[in-house]
C-alpha cells in the first residue's frame, strides 16, 4: 500500500522542485543505492602544496610506446617518430610536440605496473588505489579529496567529471562523488526554476522537501538518507552559486579557447582551469577511445591530436592564473597496451608497463622516473605500484595516505592501500 508521505513526496517532486533538481541531483546521485557514510570524526587535512587536482583520464588504456615511453626503430616501436624533448636525452611520440617542448615541466613515471588487464578493475584500480572487492566499495581518490576538503564556499561542487561519470566516493557517501558533465564549455542543464516556480516558491517547496526526508529517516533509520538529502542541498546551491558561469568558457578571450584546440576534450580542459580558478578541489576530464585493439597507430594519432594541445594548454592557462603551483596536473588510464603489434595493426591490454605524468603543485619538474626494457614489455627500473602514486597525490593535497576512516559496520579503510610517495618526483 501506498503510503500518503509517498504520495505527498511525488507530487511534490511532480509540481515543479523536482523538474529544476532532478539532472543535477542525479549527477551525484547514480551510486546513492549503495553509497554509505564514513566516520566524520576524522582529523581536518593538514596544509598541502596542491589546493586542487586535476585528472586527465585516458580511458581504455593508452600505449606507453605511442606516447611518453616510444622505442624508435625497435621490432614493435611502430610507425610512430620519436621526438627531442625539453629535457636533454629524453624523447616522446612526434604527435605531442607542444608537450614535448613543455616537458622540462613535467614529471614523466614510465614504470607504473599492475596485474589489472580487465578494463572495469583497472578504472577501479586507479581511481581509488584498490583492487576491487566485493564487500566493499572504496572511495575514489576524488571522493577522498571531496570528503577531506569539502566543496567551495560558492556553491560549486568539490568534485567535477567532465566527459565520463568517473568513480564515486563509496563508502564515504555519495555526497562526496561527482557532478558529471557529459561534455564540457556550457552551463550545466536544468540549473533554473520550473515552469511557473519563482524563487520564493521553490525554496518553500525545497523546505518541505526536508521536512519529509526528515520524516523518513526517522521512520527507517537509513543512513543513505543524510547522503541523499546532502545531494539536494548542493544541487540548490549549485543552480544560485555566483560562480557558475565558471562551467561557461565562452567568455574566454579567442587566442586562449583556440590555444586549447578544436576538440571538446581541450574545451573540456578549459574548464577544468576555470573550475580550480573558482575554487573546485577535483576536476577529472575523460578522453575516451583508447581501447586501440585495432587500427591502434591511426587512432592514437588522432588521439594525440586532441590530447597535445589539450593538455599543454592547461598547463599554460594554469601558469598564466598563477595557478600551476598549487594544481596538480596528472595524467593516466586503464593500463599500458602490448609491445607486440596483433593482426589487427592494434595492441591489446597490458598492465605489466604503462606511463604516468604529473606537473605542478609539489612536482619536479623535467624528470623522468622508471626505466622500460628496450621492447618496452617490462619495468627495468624503479617500479612505481598504484598505491604508491594515490599516496603522492594524496600527500601533495595534504592528506595522510595512511589515514583510517571507519566504515558504517566499523571496518578502518586508509585512504592508500599501504602506498608511500614516490620521493624522486616531489619537491
Known sequence: MTSPLDLSRRALLGGGLGAALGSLVCRWTERVASADTADTTAPAARPGKAKSVILLWMNGGPSHLDTWDPKPGTKNGGPHKAIKTSIPGVQISQHLPQMAELAKRIAIVRGLSTKEGNHQRAQYLLHTGYVPNPTIQHPSLGGWTSRKLGDPKNGLPGFVSIGGPSLGAGFLGVQHGPFVLQKGGDLPQNITYGADVDRDRFLARKRMLDLMEQDFAKQTGDLKVEGHASVYDKAVKLMHSPDLRAFDVSGEPDAVRESFGTHDFGKSCLVAARLVTAGVRFVEVVLDGWDTHKDNFTRTKNLMGALDPGMSGLIKDLERRGLLSSTLVV??????????????????????????VLAGAGIKEGVVHGETTPEGDKVAKDAVAVPDLMATVASLLGLDPGESFLTPIGRPIAITDGGQPIRAIVT
Open 331 to 356: 595524467w593516466m588510464g586503464d593500463f599500458g597496451r602490448t609491445p607486440r603489434i596483433n593482426a589487427d595493426d592494434g595492441r591489446d591490454h597490458f598492465p605489466n608497463v604503462s606511463s604516468c
